[in-house]
């Protein structure tokens, strides 16, 4: 599964006409709880200051992302993905949905509680893999 997100994540870009990089940002940017600014994304991705400016004035300049006032910080800017941009990824991922709930479907209630469960556990380890134990300093 994780070989096959970063092959999603590359026929994104494809279907959208974006680079792998832009696809990425876009995929974080809707993933995300909170409101991202340039350097949040630029650390998400793992680009310098400089390659994240260049990427957010790109993604603007195409349209799948607008600069927004950040809604806890009015100095900071916040990226948000247009609706355009959105409806776009909605409808190259539609494929994909329709065949995963389609297999969703097929469960029965025992399997679907287990694999909930399994899928549940496997999440809370990648994400325990990904969190930082020491946080760099602001």
Known sequence: ???????????????????PTDAAAIDHLVASPDPLG?????????IRSASAT?????LVQAGHVERTPHPGDRRRVALQVT???FTQVVEALSPMLTGIE???DR?????????????????TVMRTYATP??????
Do not use: C, K, W, Y
């Open 102 to 104: 389609q297999a969703v």
């Open 83 to 85: 609706d355009h941009a």
């Open 133 to 138: 134990t020491n946080p760099p300093p602001p």
């Open 38 to 46: 340039p350097v949040e994304l630029g650390n998400r991705l793992g």
């Open 107 to 123: 469960l029965t209630p025992d399997q679907a509680a287990a694999t909930t469960a399994f899928l549940r556990e496997v999440t």
């Open 54 to 58: 260049t990427l957010v004035d790109r």
């Open 1 to 19: 599964m994780i070989r096959a997100s970063g092959d999603i994540r590359a026929a994104l870009a494809r279907r959208l006409g974006i680079g």
